[in-house]
């Protein structure tokens, strides 16, 4: 990649960013995080409380990227066929005809995923890892991009399924917006909102690039981002040691090591770089790693959560290049 080309790849990730900004009212680094791992060809759980914008982003990100979006209610009541589709008999003509289900799309929205039992969430895996579903018997392939942007309410748990590890492995990222950090954008949010004169502003929103361009800043993270030696070290020596941390019953696999590595080489590549530095693999462990952990049953009686692990993690892995 050329110094042309990478400054193009930065204005392109800029714009998308402002784009979102535009009906997202929030801190820009969660945006940067969520661009991040859609150009890692990964995929992210929101895991927040009700009302604060996790559809809103989801959509609006869709558009910010000029691709096709559709949205799933997770219910107990969910079935698998009503994520990937299925084969319709057709008396017209006495053949199958198939009906692809929602998960045919660049950008899939599945809100409250934890909601459905796990036999539906477990139709979403190999979706979420291969890019493709098999509906009886036929391997049918994804559309590229295809994220996943998955919502769960931490609060209200009953009639939920706790997602199971296999599937929380497949998320890149698993994010929080939170609530507004001050009264300036608690303000800002009202104020858009009496702007728009409608709840969902997603319509009105002009996409940054297209589905195309996306999928070539895909391909500069994949092949353009150089990745030092003592860079793969630190993550190396960062998920081991989450193993071997002794609050810990299960640590990292090397998955997440790899979903380190290319979220760090996107995050790289939206900072306008073609090479990884420390910063940037430092500014995605907690959401990329914490997730992956899963702790004693003692310390997790007594509250404990992965991303304490993570930080006590981060402080005992010497940084590449510091004294």
Same mark, same amino acid.
């Not at 990937?84 to 017209?92: D, E, Y």
């Not at 890149?172 to 009202?190: H, V």
């Not at 993270?221 to 150089?226: A, D, F, K, S």
């Not at 979220?263 to 907690?286: E, N, Q, T, W, Y």
């Given at each position: 990649?050329n110094?042309? +080309?990478?400054?193009?790849?930065r204005?392109s990730?800029?714009?998308?960013?402002?784009?979102?900004?535009?009906?997202?009212?929030? !801190?820009r680094?969660?945006?940067?995080k969520l661009?991040?791992?859609?150009?890692a060809?990964?995929?992210?759980?929101?895991?927040d409380f009700?009302?604060?914008g996790? $559809?809103?982003?989801?959509?609006?990100? &869709?558009?910010?990227?000029?691709?096709?979006?559709?949205?799933?209610?997770?219910?107990?009541?969910?079935?698998?066929?009503?994520?990937?589709g299925?084969n319709?008999?057709?008396?017209?003509?006495?053949?199958f005809?198939?009906?692809?289900?929602?998960?045919?799309? !660049?950008?899939?929205?599945a809100?409250?995923?934890?909601?459905?039992?796990?036999k $539906?969430?477990?139709?979403?895996?190999e979706?979420?890892?291969?890019?493709?579903?098999t509906?009886?018997?036929? $391997?049918?392939r994804?559309?590229?991009?295809?994220?996943v942007? &998955?919502t769960? !309410?931490p609060?209200?748990?009953?009639?939920?399924?706790p997602?199971?590890e296999?599937?929380?492995?497949r998320?890149l990222?698993?994010?929080?917006?939170?609530?507004?950090?001050?009264?300036?954008?608690?303000?800002?949010?009202?104020?858009?909102?009496?702007?728009?004169q409608k709840?969902?502003?997603?319509?009105d929103?002009?996409?940054a690039?297209?589905?195309?361009?996306?999928? +070539?800043?895909?391909?500069?993270?994949?092949?353009g981002?150089?990745?030092?030696?003592?860079?793969?070290?630190?993550i190396?020596?960062?998920?081991?040691?989450?193993?071997?941390?002794?609050?810990?019953?299960?640590?990292?696999s090397?998955?997440?090591?790899?979903?380190?590595?290319?979220?760090?080489?996107?995050? &790289?590549?939206i900072?306008?770089?073609?090479?990884v530095?420390?910063d940037d693999?430092?500014?995605?462990?907690?959401?990329?790693?914490?997730?992956?952990i899963?702790?004693?049953? +003692?310390?997790?009686l +007594?509250? =404990?959560?992965?991303?304490? =692990?993570?930080?006590?993690?981060?402080?005992?892995v010497?940084?590449?290049?510091?004294?």
């Amino acid at each position: 990649m050329n110094e042309k +080309e990478l400054e193009e790849a930065r204005l392109s990730c800029e714009q998308i960013i402002d784009r979102v900004a535009e009906a997202f009212v929030g !801190n820009r680094l969660l945006l940067r995080k969520l661009l991040a791992a859609a150009l890692a060809n990964g995929h992210v759980l929101f895991e927040d409380f009700p009302g604060l914008g996790k $559809t809103l982003l989801a959509k609006v990100f &869709a558009r910010a990227i000029g691709g096709d979006t559709k949205r799933v209610q997770f219910t107990p009541d969910l079935l698998p066929s009503d994520i990937l589709g299925m084969n319709v008999w057709r008396q017209k003509d006495s053949t199958f005809q198939m009906m692809p289900g929602p998960v045919f799309t !660049n950008v899939l929205l599945a809100d409250e995923i934890n909601r459905a039992p796990p036999k $539906t969430q477990s139709a979403l895996l190999e979706a979420m890892e291969e890019r493709q579903v098999t509906i009886d018997g036929a $391997t049918l392939r994804l559309e590229f991009p295809f994220v996943v942007i &998955a919502t769960q !309410n931490p609060i209200e748990q009953e009639g939920t399924y706790p997602l199971p590890e296999a599937q929380l492995d497949r998320f890149l990222l698993k994010l929080s917006a939170g609530y507004p950090a001050n009264a300036a954008l608690e303000n800002d949010i009202l104020l858009r909102r009496i702007h728009w004169q409608k709840d969902d502003p997603t319509a009105d929103i002009e996409p940054a690039v297209n589905v195309r361009r996306f999928v +070539e800043l895909q391909r500069f993270v994949e092949t353009g981002v150089y990745t030092d030696r003592l860079i793969v070290d630190y993550i190396t020596q960062l998920v081991r040691l989450s193993r071997e941390h002794a609050r810990v019953a299960v640590g990292v696999s090397p998955r997440g090591g790899l979903a380190l590595l290319r979220a760090s080489r996107a995050m &790289a590549l939206i900072h306008g770089r073609d090479f990884v530095v420390p910063d940037d693999v430092k500014l995605l462990v907690p959401d990329v790693l914490a997730h992956r952990i899963i702790l004693n049953i +003692e310390d997790t009686l +007594e509250g =404990v959560r992965g991303g304490l =692990v993570v930080e006590e993690v981060l402080s005992q892995v010497p940084v590449p290049g510091e004294a």
